[in-house]
């Protein structure tokens, strides 16, 4: 039997207002799914901003950051 036969026919078996709950779990379920797909990537959000960051920004960026922490070269 497939999984979608047997949930139906347990849920055939319930009472009308467990049914309900059962509908509404599933619909907040499947909010949850729609929501994690409709990530963009942050490249997206920041394309009408005009900033273009090169590899070389982004390494400046990091020696400044680090510059001054400590290191022991082991």
């Not at 039997?1 to 055939?12: A, D, G, N, Q, Y």
């Not at 499947?30 to 942050?42: F, G, N, W």
């Given at each position: 039997?497939?999984?979608?036969?047997?949930?139906?026919?347990?849920?055939?078996k319930l009472p009308v207002d467990k049914q309900k709950e059962v509908l509404d779990f599933v619909e907040s379920?499947?909010?949850?799914?729609?929501?994690?797909?409709?990530?963009?990537?942050?490249?997206?959000?920041?394309?009408?901003?005009?900033?273009?960051?090169?590899?070389?920004?982004?390494?400046?960026?990091?020696?400044?950051?680090?510059?001054?922490?400590?290191?022991?070269?082991?």
């Open positions: 039997m497939s999984l979608e036969k047997s949930v139906l026919e347990k849920l055939l379920l499947e909010k949850k799914a729609v929501h994690r797909r409709s990530r963009r990537s942050l490249k997206g959000l920041w394309a009408d901003l005009g900033v273009n960051i090169s590899p070389e920004d982004i390494a400046e960026a990091r020696r400044e950051m680090w510059g001054g922490f400590p290191r022991e070269d082991v």
